[in-house]
């Protein structure tokens, strides 16, 4: 048998809900969003915005580059 892709790292994608800026965290990251009740202080539009839980994005980038989109 031989693995054609392997996981190396997960990645979250987000926007903030005002200036629909795209940020991406990585899973510390989000574990301190999550502990913080999901809020983040947006550096574009410079405001607290709350990260709705249908906005973030989970995904596994693999040893070659890919992504691949949890659902």
């Known amino acids: 048998m031989k693995t054609l892709q392997k996981s190396v790292k997960i990645i979250y994608r987000f ?5 629909k800026s795209q940020f991406e965290v990585t899973k510390e990251e989000m574990d301190k969003l999550e502990s913080n ?3 983040f202080n947006c550096p574009v539009c410079e ?3 709350f990260i709705y ?3 973030i994005h ?3 980038v693999m ?3 890919t ?4 659902y």
Do not use: P, Q, V
């Open 47 to 49: 405001c607290e915005r």
């Open 53 to 55: 839980k249908n906005d």
């Open 37 to 39: 009740g999901r809020n």
């Open 15 to 19: 926007r903030c809900y005002a200036c």
């Open 67 to 70: 992504e691949i989109n949890f």
């Open 63 to 65: 040893d070659n580059g």
């Open 58 to 60: 989970k995904y596994s």
